[in-house]
């Protein structure tokens, strides 16, 4: 009964998600591929990760990865900046259009939480804040986030 609660709630936000993607390219406004898609959302969710960083997480070759990201640089998503410390290093940091375009996409799970606030006692809201966390950091130690990316923030 849990694993199919927990594939519910996974399938509804990627259905919500890629409802808004498709919707997006209904109305032209997307430039953005499946892929760099993902790409991008994985950009987020590591908070301006390196370019080995990023491409690690993909499971990609440098170039393979250099050349997705300098793809998504020419449409206006992602801006390589040079880290401060080592300057051979470069970190890529989403563009305002991409942040307006996630923002939308993303709005959904501020719905779901602002109905759980509505819905839940603040004593079940912290036992599900605990239990969420708890599944985050110790049940799923293959993917670790940056705590002050949008991702890791939540």
Same mark, same amino acid.
């Given at each position: 009964? @849990?694993? =199919?609660?927990?594939?519910? *709630? #996974?399938?509804?936000?990627?259905?919500?998600? #890629?409802?808004? *993607?498709?919707?997006?390219?209904?109305t032209r406004e997307a430039t953005l591929t499946t892929?760099?898609?993902?790409?991008?959302?994985? +950009?987020?969710?590591?908070?301006?990760?390196?370019?080995?960083?990023?491409?690690?997480?993909?499971? @990609?070759?440098?170039?393979?990865?250099?050349?997705? +990201?300098?793809?998504?640089?020419?449409?206006?998503?992602?801006?390589? *900046?040079?880290?401060?410390?080592?300057?051979?290093? #470069?970190?890529?940091?989403?563009?305002?259009? #991409? +942040?307006?375009?996630y923002s939308v996409s993303y709005a959904y799970l501020?719905?779901?939480?602002?109905?759980?606030?509505? =819905?839940?006692? !603040?004593?079940?809201? =912290?036992? @599900?804040?605990?239990? @969420?966390?708890?599944?985050?950091?110790?049940?799923? !130690?293959? +993917?670790?986030?940056?705590?002050?990316?949008?991702a890791g923030a939540l």
């Amino acid at each position: 009964m @849990l694993d =199919r609660a927990f594939q519910q *709630v #996974y399938t509804k936000f990627k259905l919500h998600f #890629y409802q808004q *993607v498709f919707n997006k390219f209904e109305t032209r406004e997307a430039t953005l591929t499946t892929v760099e898609s993902f790409c991008m959302e994985i +950009i987020m969710a590591l908070g301006n990760p390196t370019i080995a960083e990023f491409s690690s997480m993909m499971n @990609l070759s440098t170039p393979n990865a250099a050349y997705k +990201i300098n793809n998504l640089v020419k449409k206006g998503y992602v801006e390589k *900046v040079q880290s401060s410390t080592d300057k051979r290093e #470069y970190h890529l940091h989403p563009t305002k259009k #991409y +942040i307006d375009y996630y923002s939308v996409s993303y709005a959904y799970l501020q719905k779901v939480v602002d109905r759980a606030k509505q =819905r839940f006692t !603040p004593d079940e809201l =912290r036992t @599900l804040e605990q239990m @969420l966390s708890i599944v985050s950091e110790e049940l799923m !130690p293959e +993917i670790q986030l940056n705590p002050d990316s949008p991702a890791g923030a939540l």
